[in-house]
């Protein structure tokens, strides 16, 4: 119904993006950059600037202490070459012009220093893109990280309006950022919109695994929105409706029930086995970023959890985290992981995710294809080491078998070797320190096209493989999946994709080596039958979707899947599989269709 009324051109107001997350759901917009900026534009009192003035000084010196607190910490556990980008926002803390502008706005201008800061920022952004110096635009991110640390120091905590909280919103970003996420907390979110992003995003991923409709790569979206609009999302089509009139409204009102009634029908089956109809038995496990994941997981009938993203502990940390608070992390996700089965992925920091004492206050012409993942950890051993240790140190606390370690983004022979020295290295290191652990199983996320042609060299050295087809289906298709441009071409069903997949499935049986994907392709009705047919057992997926990939295996028999990949070989082109599988999904389980993005 929706999509004949979107082609109709019924909806003057709709906008087409990328549907990321199915689903549909309706309700006032909550503008991310209103929420983390959000100046205060009173007008300050005679009586007032005086004490405005010492609340800036107080949030300058403790905004100093966290920095001089983070250099020692950096210095220490990383190196002296990281932890100098501290010294570099010191320094721009305590700039005399820095500081006299935010000064003569309080005193001339009357306003508030939040408020100054904020419009110094804006003079600096304006004055710094303009430039085609790299060095200058680098020293803009330097320039935001200490307004923003300045301004939580002055409020604590930002707090949006509180008048917007009430009812279900639709959060509208430019993209949401893992620590942006955090920040949100409780806060009743219903739908995410994003201008930039893509299937593979945080704001999809993030989406996904709570199960809330998205749609990513609105451009401009944030020009036309403002925080309190009335918002439509519909996720499965790619959809965003900007204020309907009462008519449409009341259509998309029927569309959000049939939503929410599916997906607690669905949620019903959580405690049934992940059967397919002639039995052969699956293991549908989840992609985690915290123990309150895990959480979420068990209550959506995982068998395990196929991916524990560590980075995330990174990521939302204050500053670094030691090895004693890695250890009791990992520690407290264990205990809430389902059935205490668990792989834990390496810091995979790089790309789109980045911490600035790691080096990346720099920017790389291509971050996806640069020092990422095991190759920064390579540059910064010590620090690598510790995680590795903290997570030996877990894994001992657990039955044996409980926790498997995978590194990502191997892409040699010589990589993977080097990795498991790594294990050695923090095992006599914990020895030496008296504490007992056991060896654990270790594997590679399968990422790299160079990794997937050569899969059969590599399978002695791993006791698993995970596919991360995220990034598989970029490296394939040369094209950045954040990239609007080209993010078009990041499509798991492509006929090049499905041949690799197929290949390195074959292989890891073939020489009987555990094997499951990873990606965010696992929890999609169409490639997940195209998986099942192609050989592969273990899925891991966003929670929110087990309850729906349970109900599609139960739906299908192998040798059904089996002839549906057979069909699907012999197919040339993406349109053509898209709509095959689109078929075949709406005759094996009808019912699961409006959870199938376009």
Not at 8 to 34: C, D, L, T
Not at 80 to 98: G, N, T
């Amino acid at each position: 119904m929706l999509s004949q009324l979107s082609v109709s051109g019924k909806f003057s107001a709709m906008r087409k993006g990328i549907a990321v997350s199915p689903g549909v759901a309706i309700g006032k917009a909550f503008v991310i950059h209103e929420i983390f900026v959000n100046p205060d534009t009173k007008r300050l009192e005679d009586n007032e600037v005086t004490a405005e003035l010492a609340k800036y000084e107080t949030a300058r010196d403790r905004a100093d202490a966290d920095l001089q607190a983070l250099y020692r910490k950096v210095e220490r556990q990383v190196g002296r070459d990281e932890a100098s980008v501290f010294l570099v926002h010191r320094s721009i803390l305590r700039d005399a012009a820095f500081t006299n502008k935010i000064r003569g706005w309080v005193v001339n201008d009357r306003m508030t220093a939040s408020a100054s800061l904020h419009r110094l920022l804006g003079e600096y952004t304006t004055l710094l893109t303009r430039t085609n110096d790299e060095y200058l635009k680098e020293r803009l991110n330097d320039i935001r990280d200490v307004v923003v640390r300045l301004t939580a120091h002055m409020s604590e905590v930002i707090q949006p309006n509180q008048n917007v909280l009430d009812g279900p919103l639709i959060v509208v970003a430019d993209e949401l950022l893992p620590s942006q996420a955090v920040a949100l907390g409780d806060v009743d979110v219903h739908g995410i919109i994003t201008q930039s992003g893509s299937q593979t995003s945080h704001a999809a991923i993030i989406a996904r695994s709570r199960g809330i409709p998205a749609v990513s790569g609105l451009r401009g979206i944030l020009r036309l929105v403002k925080t309190g609009d009335t918002i439509v999302v519909d996720g499965q089509h790619g959809h965003v409706e900007i204020n309907p009139n009462s008519e449409e409204l009341a259509a998309f009102r029927k569309l959000e029930r049939e939503f929410f009634d599916l997906k607690d029908q669905l949620a019903e089956n959580r405690d049934l086995p992940a059967n397919t109809v002639d039995g052969t038995e699956l293991r549908l496990q989840a992609n985690i970023n915290s123990a309150a994941d895990a959480t979420a997981a068990s209550a959506m009938g995982a068998s395990g959890v196929g991916l524990y993203r560590t980075e995330y502990l990174y990521l939302t940390h204050p500053d670094v985290p030691d090895e004693e608070e890695q250890y009791k992390t990992y520690c407290e996700v264990i205990k809430e992981c389902p059935n205490q089965h668990i792989t834990i992925r390496t810091l995979d920091i790089g790309g789109d995710k980045t911490v600035p004492y790691l080096g990346h206050n720099h920017q790389e012409a291509n971050p996806f294809m640069g020092w990422r993942s095991i190759r920064l950890s390579f540059e910064h051993p010590e620090f690598f080491n510790t995680q590795i240790r903290a997570v030996l140190r877990a894994a001992s606390e657990f039955p044996d078998g409980t926790v498997r370690l995978m590194f990502p983004m191997v892409t040699t022979i010589e990589e993977m070797r080097r990795l498991r020295s790594f294990m050695k290295r923090a095992k006599k290191e914990l020895g030496e320190r008296g504490k007992v652990v056991r060896d654990m199983p270790i594997g590679m996320m399968l990422e790299v096209p160079a990794a997937a042609i050569s899969i059969e060299l590599m399978l002695d050295l791993v006791d698993f493989v995970s596919i991360g087809s995220n990034d598989l289906v970029q490296y394939l298709m040369a094209a950045d999946r954040d990239n609007p441009k080209v993010s078009h071409l990041c499509q798991p069903l492509a006929p090049s994709v499905l041949r690799v997949l197929h290949s390195v499935i074959q292989a890891c049986d073939k020489s009987g080596k555990p094997v499951t994907v990873c990606g965010e392709m696992a929890g999609q009705p169409k490639s997940f039958v195209l998986l099942l047919g192609m050989g592969l057992r273990r899925f891991s997926m966003s929670p929110a979707f087990i309850p729906s990939i349970k109900e599609l295996a139960a739906s299908i028999t192998i040798d059904e899947a089996e002839q549906i990949v057979k069909s699907v070989m012999k197919l040339k082109t993406l349109s053509q599989i898209k709509k095959f599988m689109t078929r075949q999904i709406q005759q094996i389980a009808p019912q699961l269709a409006m959870l199938d993005t376009d």
